[in-house]
């Protein structure tokens, strides 16, 4: 069973930056992409952003456009991401999720989705 282990949350200022990690145990045929969803208390999970594997092509949420940067690491099948000019509208336990990228320009479903880390809470304070 393939584990995704999140690293990297915490609490900042509005404005501030932190930066998220997740390791994958394994990849396997069915982990073509791997990214992050985040739900806010009382809301839906959400799309934040992706990366593909294969190629590096990255899928973003518009609400992150231009503040958050995916980067991966695939010698270590970790991904990354970036969040600067961080939002209290941000605040959210953050899921590491792993699965079938979606199509080039579209965002991520969880119906794509086949694996999920336990989530790391990021806290804005505005």
């Known amino acids: 069973q393939v584990q995704l282990v999140e690293s990297g949350g915490g609490l900042v200022q509005a404005g501030g930056s932190l930066r998220l990690s997740c390791a994958a145990s394994e990849r396997t045929f069915s982990m073509s992409a791997m990214g992050w969803f985040r739900q806010a208390s009382g809301k839906e999970r959400e799309f934040v952003a992706a990366i593909k594997w294969s190629d590096g092509y990255r899928y973003y949420a518009d609400s992150v456009k231009g503040r958050f940067t995916i980067s991966r690491d695939n010698a270590k099948n970790t991904v990354y991401l970036q969040m600067n000019s961080l939002k209290a509208e941000d605040t959210a336990v953050y899921y590491c999720?792993?699965?079938?990228?979606?199509?080039?320009?579209?965002?991520?479903?969880?119906?794509?989705?086949?694996?999920w880390g336990k989530g790391a809470l990021v806290t804005v304070s505005s």
């Open positions: 999720a792993a699965g079938r990228a979606p199509p080039y320009g579209r965002t991520w479903n969880v119906d794509g989705v086949n694996y």
